[in-house]
Protein backbone atom coordinates (compact mmCIF):
# COMPACT_ATOMS: atom_id res chain seq x y z
CA UNK A 1 0.00 0.00 0.00
CA UNK A 2 1.34 3.47 -1.24
CA UNK A 3 0.00 6.99 -0.38
CA UNK A 4 1.50 9.00 -3.36
CA UNK A 5 -0.07 9.52 -6.82
CA UNK A 6 0.74 7.25 -9.73
CA UNK A 7 1.35 8.53 -13.21
CA UNK A 8 2.09 7.26 -16.84
CA UNK A 9 1.27 3.77 -17.06
CA UNK A 10 0.85 1.43 -19.70
CA UNK A 11 1.19 2.11 -23.66
CA UNK A 12 1.38 -1.50 -24.58
CA UNK A 13 -2.19 -3.01 -25.81
CA UNK A 14 -2.62 -7.31 -25.49
CA UNK A 15 -4.52 -8.92 -28.04
CA UNK A 16 -7.55 -7.23 -29.50
CA UNK A 17 -7.97 -7.80 -33.06
CA UNK A 18 -11.46 -7.76 -34.74
CA UNK A 19 -13.64 -10.67 -35.05
CA UNK A 20 -17.13 -11.38 -36.21
CA UNK A 21 -19.94 -9.97 -35.21
CA UNK A 22 -20.72 -12.87 -32.41
CA UNK A 23 -17.43 -13.37 -31.54
CA UNK A 24 -15.38 -16.92 -30.93
CA UNK A 25 -15.01 -19.55 -28.29
CA UNK A 26 -13.04 -17.10 -26.17
CA UNK A 27 -9.21 -17.99 -24.58
CA UNK A 28 -8.02 -17.27 -21.45
CA UNK A 29 -7.11 -13.89 -22.52
CA UNK A 30 -8.47 -10.41 -20.60
CA UNK A 31 -11.56 -9.40 -21.12
CA UNK A 32 -13.61 -5.68 -22.10
CA UNK A 33 -17.19 -6.80 -21.01
CA UNK A 34 -19.33 -5.17 -21.52
CA UNK A 35 -21.34 -1.73 -6.93
CA UNK A 36 -22.79 -3.48 1.56
CA UNK A 37 -24.58 -0.40 1.87
CA UNK A 38 -22.51 1.83 2.42
CA UNK A 39 -22.49 5.62 4.32
CA UNK A 40 -22.92 7.83 3.08
CA UNK A 41 -26.12 6.44 1.50
CA UNK A 42 -25.94 6.04 -1.95
CA UNK A 43 -29.36 7.55 -2.35
CA UNK A 44 -29.93 8.22 -6.42
CA UNK A 45 -29.75 4.60 -6.25
CA UNK A 46 -31.69 4.42 -2.75
CA UNK A 47 -34.53 6.84 -5.15
CA UNK A 48 -34.44 4.78 -7.89
CA UNK A 49 -34.69 1.84 -6.41
CA UNK A 50 -36.63 2.45 -3.67
CA UNK A 51 -39.36 -0.44 -3.48
CA UNK A 52 -36.80 -3.17 -4.47
CA UNK A 53 -36.12 -5.78 -1.66
CA UNK A 54 -34.44 -9.11 -1.06
CA UNK A 55 -35.52 -10.49 -4.06
CA UNK A 56 -35.26 -7.84 -6.62
CA UNK A 57 -31.83 -7.50 -9.03
CA UNK A 58 -32.82 -4.65 -11.26
CA UNK A 59 -29.57 -3.63 -12.68
CA UNK A 60 -25.91 -4.46 -12.81
CA UNK A 61 -24.73 -5.87 -9.64
CA UNK A 62 -28.11 -5.36 -7.75
CA UNK A 63 -29.87 -2.46 -6.01
CA UNK A 64 -26.89 -0.39 -5.60
CA UNK A 65 -25.22 -1.34 -7.91
CA UNK A 66 -21.82 -2.64 -5.69
CA UNK A 67 -22.73 -6.09 -5.75
CA UNK A 68 -24.70 -6.82 -2.02
CA UNK A 69 -27.73 -8.85 -1.82
CA UNK A 70 -29.91 -8.79 1.05
CA UNK A 71 -31.42 -12.37 0.11
CA UNK A 72 -31.42 -15.15 3.03
CA UNK A 73 -31.21 -18.82 2.09
CA UNK A 74 -28.47 -18.17 -0.78
CA UNK A 75 -26.89 -21.31 -2.03
CA UNK A 76 -23.28 -21.93 -1.16
CA UNK A 77 -23.17 -25.53 -3.40
CA UNK A 78 -23.80 -26.67 -6.80
CA UNK A 79 -23.17 -28.05 -10.02
CA UNK A 80 -24.21 -28.53 -13.38
CA UNK A 81 -27.17 -30.82 -11.99
CA UNK A 82 -27.19 -30.24 -8.57
CA UNK A 83 -29.57 -27.32 -6.96
CA UNK A 84 -30.29 -26.28 -10.36
CA UNK A 85 -33.83 -26.09 -10.44
CA UNK A 86 -34.19 -24.63 -13.86
CA UNK A 87 -31.47 -24.54 -16.90
CA UNK A 88 -32.60 -23.26 -20.28
CA UNK A 89 -30.71 -22.54 -23.29
CA UNK A 90 -30.10 -18.73 -24.16
CA UNK A 91 -30.61 -18.19 -28.49
CA UNK A 92 -27.26 -16.17 -29.87
CA UNK A 93 -24.89 -14.61 -27.46
CA UNK A 94 -24.22 -12.30 -24.77
CA UNK A 95 -22.28 -11.49 -21.94
CA UNK A 96 -24.86 -9.24 -20.06
CA UNK A 97 -26.03 -10.35 -16.77
CA UNK A 98 -29.28 -11.22 -15.65
CA UNK A 99 -31.66 -8.64 -13.76
CA UNK A 100 -34.72 -9.58 -11.89
CA UNK A 101 -38.24 -7.73 -10.45
CA UNK A 102 -41.56 -8.80 -9.59
CA UNK A 103 -40.87 -12.70 -10.52
CA UNK A 104 -39.25 -11.90 -13.66
CA UNK A 105 -35.86 -12.29 -15.45
CA UNK A 106 -34.76 -9.93 -18.24
CA UNK A 107 -31.73 -10.25 -20.66
CA UNK A 108 -29.95 -9.34 -24.09
CA UNK A 109 -28.74 -11.37 -26.86
CA UNK A 110 -27.18 -11.33 -30.22
CA UNK A 111 -28.66 -13.54 -32.39
CA UNK A 112 -26.70 -14.41 -36.20
CA UNK A 113 -28.40 -15.56 -39.00
CA UNK A 114 -26.78 -17.50 -41.87
CA UNK A 115 -26.64 -14.22 -44.23
CA UNK A 116 -23.84 -12.52 -41.77
CA UNK A 117 -27.00 -10.58 -40.13
CA UNK A 118 -27.54 -10.31 -36.80
CA UNK A 119 -30.62 -9.13 -34.16
CA UNK A 120 -30.17 -7.70 -30.95
CA UNK A 121 -33.04 -8.52 -28.50
CA UNK A 122 -34.35 -8.25 -25.25
CA UNK A 123 -35.98 -11.74 -23.42
CA UNK A 124 -38.44 -11.65 -20.23
CA UNK A 125 -38.26 -15.19 -18.59
CA UNK A 126 -40.62 -16.30 -15.49
CA UNK A 127 -38.32 -16.83 -12.81
CA UNK A 128 -40.19 -19.67 -11.43
CA UNK A 129 -39.43 -22.23 -14.04
CA UNK A 130 -37.28 -20.39 -16.59
CA UNK A 131 -40.24 -20.22 -19.35
CA UNK A 132 -39.70 -17.54 -22.13
CA UNK A 133 -42.53 -15.01 -21.78
CA UNK A 134 -41.36 -12.67 -24.47
CA UNK A 135 -38.93 -12.04 -26.81
CA UNK A 136 -38.92 -8.51 -28.68
CA UNK A 137 -36.09 -7.55 -31.23
CA UNK A 138 -34.56 -3.97 -30.39
CA UNK A 139 -32.22 -3.68 -33.22
CA UNK A 140 -30.73 -5.14 -36.74
CA UNK A 141 -27.42 -2.99 -37.00
CA UNK A 142 -25.77 -2.62 -40.48
CA UNK A 143 -23.02 -5.61 -40.18
CA UNK A 144 -19.84 -3.17 -40.92
CA UNK A 145 -21.03 -1.16 -37.87
CA UNK A 146 -20.91 -4.26 -35.82
CA UNK A 147 -17.84 -6.71 -37.11
CA UNK A 148 -15.14 -5.58 -34.71
CA UNK A 149 -15.05 -6.51 -31.29
CA UNK A 150 -12.70 -8.55 -29.03
CA UNK A 151 -13.04 -12.10 -29.42
CA UNK A 152 -14.13 -12.32 -25.74
CA UNK A 153 -16.67 -9.83 -26.42
CA UNK A 154 -20.25 -10.05 -27.63
CA UNK A 155 -23.09 -7.25 -29.27
CA UNK A 156 -25.08 -8.02 -25.85
CA UNK A 157 -22.29 -7.41 -22.98
CA UNK A 158 -24.43 -4.52 -21.16
CA UNK A 159 -26.68 -4.95 -18.49
CA UNK A 160 -30.29 -3.68 -18.76
CA UNK A 161 -32.12 -1.91 -15.48
CA UNK A 162 -35.39 -2.96 -15.39
CA UNK A 163 -38.07 -0.59 -13.09
CA UNK A 164 -41.53 -0.82 -11.91
CA UNK A 165 -42.77 -0.09 -15.42
CA UNK A 166 -40.15 -0.14 -17.45
CA UNK A 167 -37.29 -2.07 -19.06
CA UNK A 168 -33.97 -0.54 -20.53
CA UNK A 169 -31.48 -2.00 -22.84
CA UNK A 170 -28.32 -0.77 -24.22
CA UNK A 171 -25.92 -2.03 -26.76
CA UNK A 172 -23.31 0.94 -26.78
CA UNK A 173 -22.65 2.35 -30.36
CA UNK A 174 -25.03 0.14 -31.74
CA UNK A 175 -28.43 1.82 -29.54
CA UNK A 176 -30.52 1.96 -27.13
CA UNK A 177 -34.45 1.45 -26.30
CA UNK A 178 -37.35 1.48 -23.57
CA UNK A 179 -39.47 -1.30 -23.42
CA UNK A 180 -42.68 -1.85 -21.00
CA UNK A 181 -42.42 -4.87 -19.22
CA UNK A 182 -44.89 -6.53 -21.95
CA UNK A 183 -42.07 -6.45 -24.25
CA UNK A 184 -43.41 -3.37 -26.06
CA UNK A 185 -40.98 -0.66 -27.37
CA UNK A 186 -41.34 2.87 -26.14
CA UNK A 187 -38.69 4.62 -27.73
CA UNK A 188 -34.96 3.67 -29.74
CA UNK A 189 -32.24 5.64 -29.83
CA UNK A 190 -29.62 5.31 -32.13
CA UNK A 191 -28.11 8.56 -33.17
CA UNK A 192 -25.18 8.99 -30.88
CA UNK A 193 -22.38 8.00 -33.62
CA UNK A 194 -19.02 6.90 -32.37
CA UNK A 195 -16.63 4.22 -33.13
CA UNK A 196 -15.69 1.88 -30.23
CA UNK A 197 -12.40 -0.43 -29.86
CA UNK A 198 -13.41 -4.30 -28.87
CA UNK A 199 -17.14 -3.32 -29.30
CA UNK A 200 -19.53 -1.99 -26.13
CA UNK A 201 -19.12 -2.93 -22.83
CA UNK A 202 -20.22 -0.54 -19.82
CA UNK A 203 -23.65 -0.87 -18.48
CA UNK A 204 -26.19 2.03 -18.28
CA UNK A 205 -26.90 3.71 -14.69
CA UNK A 206 -30.36 5.32 -13.90
CA UNK A 207 -30.37 8.58 -12.25
CA UNK A 208 -33.14 10.21 -11.41
CA UNK A 209 -35.34 10.30 -14.74
CA UNK A 210 -31.83 10.37 -16.91
CA UNK A 211 -30.40 6.92 -17.87
CA UNK A 212 -26.40 8.25 -17.87
CA UNK A 213 -23.28 5.63 -19.92
CA UNK A 214 -20.14 6.69 -21.13
CA UNK A 215 -19.18 6.35 -25.03
CA UNK A 216 -15.17 5.95 -24.90
CA UNK A 217 -14.60 5.61 -28.16
CA UNK A 218 -11.03 5.47 -30.44
CA UNK A 219 -11.40 9.57 -30.25
CA UNK A 220 -13.28 12.02 -28.76
CA UNK A 221 -15.15 9.83 -26.15
CA UNK A 222 -18.04 11.67 -24.04
CA UNK A 223 -20.22 10.72 -21.55
CA UNK A 224 -24.07 11.36 -22.34
CA UNK A 225 -28.08 11.07 -20.23
CA UNK A 226 -30.71 10.48 -22.39
CA UNK A 227 -34.02 11.39 -20.82
CA UNK A 228 -35.73 8.26 -20.02
CA UNK A 229 -39.31 9.14 -20.90
CA UNK A 230 -38.28 10.06 -24.83
CA UNK A 231 -34.47 9.03 -25.26
CA UNK A 232 -33.77 12.07 -26.33
CA UNK A 233 -30.14 13.44 -25.52
CA UNK A 234 -30.21 15.53 -22.40
CA UNK A 235 -26.93 16.23 -22.24
CA UNK A 236 -23.39 15.33 -24.00
CA UNK A 237 -20.01 16.48 -21.90
CA UNK A 238 -16.64 15.74 -23.61
CA UNK A 239 -13.59 13.64 -21.80
CA UNK A 240 -11.47 15.70 -22.60
CA UNK A 241 -8.69 13.42 -21.66
CA UNK A 242 -5.17 13.50 -22.71
CA UNK A 243 -4.96 9.75 -22.30
CA UNK A 244 -2.83 7.85 -25.58
CA UNK A 245 -5.59 5.76 -25.49
CA UNK A 246 -9.20 7.14 -24.83
CA UNK A 247 -11.20 4.17 -25.37
CA UNK A 248 -12.63 2.55 -21.95
CA UNK A 249 -15.55 0.79 -21.21
CA UNK A 250 -16.44 1.72 -17.37
CA UNK A 251 -20.29 1.70 -15.80
CA UNK A 252 -21.21 4.96 -14.05
CA UNK A 253 -22.08 5.15 -10.46
CA UNK A 254 -24.20 7.92 -8.73
CA UNK A 255 -23.17 8.66 -4.85
CA UNK A 256 -24.81 11.13 -2.89
CA UNK A 257 -22.39 13.30 -0.73
CA UNK A 258 -24.52 16.46 1.28
CA UNK A 259 -27.56 16.09 -0.41
CA UNK A 260 -25.63 16.56 -3.63
CA UNK A 261 -25.78 13.43 -6.17
CA UNK A 262 -22.87 13.08 -8.62
CA UNK A 263 -22.08 10.48 -11.35
CA UNK A 264 -18.70 9.15 -10.69
CA UNK A 265 -17.38 7.61 -14.06
CA UNK A 266 -13.66 6.29 -14.92
CA UNK A 267 -12.36 6.63 -18.46
CA UNK A 268 -9.20 6.44 -19.90
CA UNK A 269 -6.71 8.78 -18.05
CA UNK A 270 -9.10 9.87 -15.13
CA UNK A 271 -11.91 9.14 -13.22
CA UNK A 272 -14.69 12.19 -13.54
CA UNK A 273 -17.44 13.23 -11.22
CA UNK A 274 -20.43 14.80 -13.41
CA UNK A 275 -23.86 16.64 -12.54
CA UNK A 276 -26.44 14.47 -13.50
CA UNK A 277 -28.89 17.44 -13.77
CA UNK A 278 -26.55 19.35 -16.93
CA UNK A 279 -23.57 17.04 -17.17
CA UNK A 280 -21.10 19.21 -16.32
CA UNK A 281 -17.87 18.02 -14.62
CA UNK A 282 -17.18 18.56 -10.75
CA UNK A 283 -13.79 17.56 -10.35
CA UNK A 284 -11.47 14.25 -11.79
CA UNK A 285 -8.50 12.73 -10.08
CA UNK A 286 -5.52 11.57 -12.96
CA UNK A 287 -4.07 8.07 -13.15
CA UNK A 288 -2.06 9.07 -16.41
CA UNK A 289 -2.51 6.77 -19.42
CA UNK A 290 -4.77 4.05 -17.80
CA UNK A 291 -7.12 3.04 -20.55
CA UNK A 292 -9.38 0.31 -21.33
CA UNK A 293 -10.97 0.70 -17.76
CA UNK A 294 -14.12 -2.06 -17.06
CA UNK A 295 -14.56 -2.15 -13.76
CA UNK A 296 -17.50 0.10 -11.54
CA UNK A 297 -16.47 2.35 -8.66
CA UNK A 298 -17.00 1.38 -5.27
CA UNK A 299 -17.86 3.71 -2.59
CA UNK A 300 -17.67 2.85 0.98
CA UNK A 301 -16.38 4.61 4.24
CA UNK A 302 -16.61 8.28 2.32
CA UNK A 303 -14.22 6.72 -0.25
CA UNK A 304 -14.55 5.76 -3.80
CA UNK A 305 -12.81 2.68 -5.20
CA UNK A 306 -10.98 2.70 -8.64
CA UNK A 307 -8.95 0.66 -10.81
CA UNK A 308 -7.02 2.53 -13.44
CA UNK A 309 -7.10 -0.69 -15.55
CA UNK A 310 -4.10 -1.26 -18.94
CA UNK A 311 -1.25 -2.00 -18.94
CA UNK A 312 -0.88 -2.06 -14.35
CA UNK A 313 -3.49 -1.39 -12.85
CA UNK A 314 -3.23 0.73 -9.78
CA UNK A 315 -6.42 0.88 -7.19
CA UNK A 316 -6.89 4.10 -5.69
CA UNK A 317 -8.99 4.87 -3.21
CA UNK A 318 -10.38 8.80 -3.79
CA UNK A 319 -12.26 11.29 -1.23
CA UNK A 320 -14.89 12.92 -3.31
CA UNK A 321 -16.34 14.81 -0.41
CA UNK A 322 -14.16 18.79 -1.26
CA UNK A 323 -12.56 17.56 -4.28
CA UNK A 324 -13.21 20.08 -7.05
CA UNK A 325 -11.57 20.49 -10.39
CA UNK A 326 -8.12 18.37 -10.34
CA UNK A 327 -8.03 16.83 -6.89
CA UNK A 328 -5.58 14.56 -8.03
CA UNK A 329 -2.40 16.12 -5.53
CA UNK A 330 -5.62 16.25 -2.42
CA UNK A 331 -8.55 13.48 -2.51
CA UNK A 332 -6.15 10.28 -2.65
CA UNK A 333 -6.59 8.80 0.31
CA UNK A 334 -3.96 5.93 -0.63
CA UNK A 335 -2.92 4.03 -3.35
CA UNK A 336 -2.29 -0.45 -4.30
CA UNK A 337 -0.66 -1.58 -7.05
CA UNK A 338 -0.74 -5.32 -6.58
CA UNK A 339 -3.12 -7.77 -7.64
CA UNK A 340 -5.67 -5.41 -9.07
CA UNK A 341 -8.47 -6.22 -11.31
CA UNK A 342 -8.54 -5.35 -15.25
CA UNK A 343 -12.15 -6.34 -15.30
CA UNK A 344 -14.03 -7.20 -12.14
CA UNK A 345 -15.51 -4.85 -9.77
CA UNK A 346 -14.38 -4.63 -6.26
CA UNK A 347 -16.76 -5.00 -3.51
CA UNK A 348 -16.80 -3.71 0.37
CA UNK A 349 -18.62 -5.66 3.10
CA UNK A 350 -17.81 -4.08 6.68
CA UNK A 351 -14.36 -2.44 6.59
CA UNK A 352 -13.18 -4.84 4.27
CA UNK A 353 -12.50 -4.49 0.22
CA UNK A 354 -12.61 -7.05 -1.87
CA UNK A 355 -11.10 -7.64 -5.24
CA UNK A 356 -9.78 -10.46 -7.84
CA UNK A 357 -7.50 -9.62 -10.53
CA UNK A 358 -7.47 -11.16 -13.93
CA UNK A 359 -5.15 -13.75 -13.29
CA UNK A 360 -7.39 -15.21 -10.04
CA UNK A 361 -5.49 -14.01 -7.25
CA UNK A 362 -7.69 -12.66 -4.80
CA UNK A 363 -7.49 -10.10 -2.24
CA UNK A 364 -8.79 -8.83 1.00
CA UNK A 365 -7.62 -5.17 2.02
CA UNK A 366 -8.65 -2.56 5.43
CA UNK A 367 -10.89 -0.10 2.87
CA UNK A 368 -10.12 2.96 5.36
CA UNK A 369 -6.19 2.16 5.29
CA UNK A 370 -5.11 -0.13 2.16
CA UNK A 371 -3.41 -2.63 4.37
CA UNK A 372 -3.52 -5.88 3.01
CA UNK A 373 -5.51 -8.80 5.23
CA UNK A 374 -4.82 -11.67 2.77
CA UNK A 375 -4.25 -12.12 -0.53
CA UNK A 376 -4.52 -15.76 -2.30
CA UNK A 377 -4.95 -17.09 -5.65
CA UNK A 378 -8.07 -18.79 -6.72
CA UNK A 379 -7.46 -20.90 -9.89
CA UNK A 380 -8.00 -19.43 -13.00
CA UNK A 381 -8.85 -16.38 -14.86
CA UNK A 382 -11.74 -13.48 -13.86
CA UNK A 383 -13.85 -11.28 -15.88
CA UNK A 384 -17.33 -11.69 -13.60
CA UNK A 385 -17.46 -8.99 -10.64
CA UNK A 386 -18.02 -10.96 -7.18
CA UNK A 387 -21.15 -10.70 -4.93
CA UNK A 388 -21.67 -10.89 -1.22
CA UNK A 389 -24.38 -12.23 1.13
CA UNK A 390 -25.32 -13.49 3.78
CA UNK A 391 -21.29 -12.87 5.09
CA UNK A 392 -20.26 -15.03 2.28
CA UNK A 393 -18.18 -13.63 -1.12
CA UNK A 394 -18.82 -15.30 -4.28
CA UNK A 395 -15.77 -14.69 -6.96
CA UNK A 396 -16.81 -16.54 -10.63
CA UNK A 397 -14.00 -17.19 -12.90
CA UNK A 398 -13.84 -17.69 -16.58
CA UNK A 399 -14.58 -21.30 -17.01
CA UNK A 400 -17.54 -21.82 -14.68
CA UNK A 401 -15.93 -21.97 -11.29
CA UNK A 402 -17.27 -20.12 -8.28
CA UNK A 403 -15.30 -19.52 -5.26
CA UNK A 404 -17.34 -19.25 -2.24
CA UNK A 405 -15.27 -17.35 0.62
CA UNK A 406 -16.42 -16.59 4.26
CA UNK A 407 -16.17 -12.70 4.69
CA UNK A 408 -13.22 -11.45 7.35
CA UNK A 409 -9.68 -11.01 8.26
CA UNK A 410 -8.47 -14.28 7.49
CA UNK A 411 -8.79 -16.08 4.11
CA UNK A 412 -11.44 -19.45 4.56
CA UNK A 413 -12.93 -20.74 1.35
CA UNK A 414 -16.20 -22.48 2.02
CA UNK A 415 -16.83 -24.57 -1.07
CA UNK A 416 -16.19 -24.37 -5.00
CA UNK A 417 -18.83 -25.25 -7.56
CA UNK A 418 -17.62 -26.30 -11.21
CA UNK A 419 -20.31 -25.64 -14.02
CA UNK A 420 -18.67 -27.11 -16.42
CA UNK A 421 -18.93 -23.62 -18.89
CA UNK A 422 -17.40 -20.81 -19.58
CA UNK A 423 -18.91 -17.57 -18.16
CA UNK A 424 -17.88 -14.03 -18.49
CA UNK A 425 -21.64 -12.02 -17.15
CA UNK A 426 -21.67 -11.44 -13.36
CA UNK A 427 -24.55 -13.15 -11.27
CA UNK A 428 -27.63 -11.68 -10.20
CA UNK A 429 -29.12 -12.81 -6.82
CA UNK A 430 -32.72 -12.47 -5.95
CA UNK A 431 -35.09 -14.44 -3.65
CA UNK A 432 -32.86 -17.12 -2.33
CA UNK A 433 -31.30 -17.36 -5.40
CA UNK A 434 -28.87 -17.53 -8.00
CA UNK A 435 -29.47 -16.83 -11.61
CA UNK A 436 -26.04 -17.51 -13.32
CA UNK A 437 -25.70 -17.21 -17.10
CA UNK A 438 -23.32 -18.85 -18.97
CA UNK A 439 -22.14 -19.02 -23.07
CA UNK A 440 -25.40 -20.84 -23.92
CA UNK A 441 -27.60 -21.38 -20.74
CA UNK A 442 -29.27 -19.64 -17.91
CA UNK A 443 -29.50 -21.71 -14.94
CA UNK A 444 -31.23 -20.93 -11.47
CA UNK A 445 -29.33 -22.60 -8.42
CA UNK A 446 -31.15 -22.90 -5.34
CA UNK A 447 -30.48 -24.47 -1.99
Known amino acids: MERKRHAGWGAQEKGGAAHPQLGKPFPSAYFFPPVKHTAPLLAAFALAFSSYAADEWPQFRGPTGQGISDAKGVPTEWSDTQHVAWKIEVPGKGWSSPVLSQGRLYLTTAVGD ?29 PATAAAMHRKNSLASPS ?5 DRLFVHFGHLGTAALDLKGKIVWKQSELAYAPVHGNGGSPALVGDALVFSCDAAKDPFVVALDTASGK ?14 FSFCTPQPITIGGVTQVILPGSGFVGSYDPADGHENWRVNYGEGYSVVPRPVFAHGLLFISSSFDKPVLLAVRPDGARGDATETNIAWTHNKAVPHS ?17 IATCADAKTGEVRWSERLGGNFSASPFAAEGRVYFQNETGSTFVLKAGKAFEQIAKNDIGEPTLAS ?21
Open 344 to 360: ASMLVLGDELYFVSDAG
Open 114 to 142: STGGVSLRALCLDAKDGRTLWDTEIFQPD
Open 233 to 246: VRWKTPRNTTAKKP
Open 160 to 164: PIVTS
Open 427 to 447: IAVADGAIYLRSEKFLRKITR
